[in-house]
T-cell receptor
């Protein structure tokens, strides 16, 4: 596709449920990143992949959060046993290689609301 | 802790004026400093970026000034236009590709 595609765009779930957020990066982009953005704040790093390898997951808040990119393209961010504090915009970004120029292409995000 | 401090939180400028947004950092391992622009409902998009061995970079109406000794950098928008109204984020990158973003500045340019 022309840009980074994320789905669903909006997700409302009840506390305790699991959610899966999907990211389809720009075709040919090697690196894929997950960020979380609270309202009125800058994006906060969660994790990133080069191809299918998860390079850095130090930003994941706790072990309820996990991410995978099994074939080096589409990625899924999974949040287990959701809590209200998980409510935020989750953004995926991709780059041609490991972002040596700092240019990430962001998707429009998945807004998660946990009731 | 890797942090980037950004100010002001919001800024109102008249059309044709100069918008100035400032950022400061602590981690000397940062090696690249991009600015991102975000419109409502959209993801951030790269606007302009600078490396720490350069003191200034200009692209059209947008200029980054970088002060390595002070660990500060700023974005100047000359001849600000209503279409520049957006949220601006400074960021800093380490060699490991992780971008650390500032808190953002909401710019409003009045006609």
């Amino acid at each position: 596709g022309a840009g980074v595609s994320q789905s669903p765009r909006y997700k409302v779930t009840k506390r305790g449920q699991d959610v899966a957020l999907r990211c389809d990066p720009i075709s040919g982009h090697v690196s894929l990143y997950w960020y979380r953005q609270a309202l009125g704040q800058g994006p906060e790093f969660l994790t990133y992949f080069n191809y299918e390898a998860q390079q850095d997951k130090s930003g994941l808040p706790n072990d309820r959060f996990s991410a995978e990119r099994p074939e080096g393209s589409i990625s899924t961010l999974t949040i287990q046993r959701t809590e209200q504090r998980d409510s935020a915009m989750y953004r995926c970004a991709s780059s041609r290689r490991w972002a040596d120029t700092g240019e990430l292409f962001f998707g429009e995000g998945s807004r998660l609301t946990v009731l | 802790q890797q942090q980037v401090k950004q100010s002001p939180q919001s800024l109102i400028v008249q059309k044709g004026g100069i918008s100035i947004i400032n950022c400061a950092y602590e981690n000397t391992a940062f090696d690249y400093f991009p600015w991102y622009q975000q419109f409502p409902g959209k993801g951030p998009a790269l606007l302009i970026a600078i490396r720490p061995d350069v003191s200034e970079k200009k692209e059209g109406r947008f200029t980054i000034s970088f002060n390595k000794s002070a660990k500060q950098f700023s974005l100047h928008i000359m001849d600000s236009q209503p279409g520049d109204s957006a949220t601006y984020f400074c960021a800093a990158k380490t060699s490991g590709s992780r971008l650390t973003f500032g808190e953002g500045t909401q710019l409003t340019v009045n006609p």
